[in-house]
């Protein structure tokens, strides 16, 4: 099998507020998305379970054939991402990558001269292993990293319920304190959150900046795959993406159809237990 695809693996239906990106900034490469929606949320579980299903998640993803994997998951990057790189990859697969999504938005605002007070919004499980506040202050131990979990966020946009007015309210309650504490940036740090970008823009106002993470990573991706010509991954004018979930197709469909924008035909449903 030609060893030619990017995967793009999430805990669920998240990780398309990234892939969206990467199809349109970084076209020409075909993309496998895998989302483990059948073991959602990843964010109250165990780093040790979080490695384990990641490990599964990653040999599901190498066999069909990927050359480098974007955990989209910050979960994942925050628990995870670290024994992926560090033991897993040399063992099994010494020539692939794994990149995860932590480090591109940390740099985004190392270097950012007028930004002094950075707030991040994640899972409990991401909040708890303080990465973003690790890698940003590695990058500028000058900054200030305001953190909050936001656990109800995914449950509710999981199911459909992103529109709603009780998740605009329980928005609210959650992004009071980041707003008392004066921040000046904002880091969804959860792929699923660009999914409420439009609420959170407008309660926490106009003079605090919330960037798309996707439009990040896709920056980073460009620039690693220039880096990385030993990977083989060239442009091709015909691409593809094809999409996998552990769990019901149709209601992947159906949210994941209203997150990408477009339509998801080349779906399977998988076990990677
Ligand atoms: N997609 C995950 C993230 O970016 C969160 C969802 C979950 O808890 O599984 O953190």
């Known amino acids: 099998m030609k060893n030619n695809k990017i995967g793009v693996f999430d805990s669920g239906l998240g990780g398309l507020s990234i892939l969206k990106y990467l199809q349109t900034d970084v076209p020409g490469y075909h993309y496998l998305y895998l989302g483990d929606n059948?073991?959602?949320?990843?964010?109250e579980k165990s780093p040790e379970d979080?490695?384990?299903?990641s490990c599964q998640a990653m040999d599901f993803l190498f066999a069909q054939g990927c050359a480098l994997i974007i955990v989209a998951c910050n979960t994942v990057s925050?628990?995870?991402l670290r024994r992926l790189q560090q033991e897993y990859l040399p063992l099994n697969y010494p020539h692939k990558k794994i990149l995860g999504v932590i480090f591109p938005l940390a740099e985004e605002f190392a270097n950012h001269t007028k930004i002094t007070?950075?707030?991040?919004?994640?899972?409990?499980?991401?909040i708890a292993s303080g990465a973003y506040e690790n890698e940003i202050k590695k990058l500028n131990p000058n900054l200030t990293v305001e953190t909050k979990s936001t656990p109800l966020l995914v449950p509710l946009i999981e199911n459909g319920w992103a529109k709603?007015?009780?998740?605009?309210m329980i928005l609210k309650k959650y992004l009071r304190p980041l707003k008392t504490k004066q921040i000046q940036a904002l880091i969804l740090g959860c792929t699923h959150y660009p999914f409420l970008s439009k609420d959170i823009r407008r309660i926490v106002g106009k003079k605090i900046i919330v960037p798309d993470?996707?439009?990040i990573v896709a920056k980073s991706l460009e620039n690693y795959l220039k880096r990385h010509p030993e990977?083989?991954?060239k442009p091709q004018t015909k691409t593809s993406t094809s999409f996998f979930t552990t769990a019901d197709i149709d209601s992947?469909?159906?949210?994941?159809?209203k997150f990408l924008n477009s339509k998801i035909e080349n779906i399977k449903k998988i076990k990677i237990d």
């Open 117 to 126: 007070r950075i707030g991040v919004i994640g899972t409990k499980a991401t």
């Open 78 to 80: 925050a628990q995870a």
């Open 252 to 257: 992947f469909k159906k949210e994941g159809e």
């Open 50 to 53: 979080i490695y384990k299903y």
């Open 38 to 43: 059948a073991r959602l949320p990843y964010g």
């Open 231 to 233: 990977l083989n991954l």
């Open 164 to 168: 709603k007015p009780e998740t605009k």
């Open 213 to 215: 993470p996707g439009k």
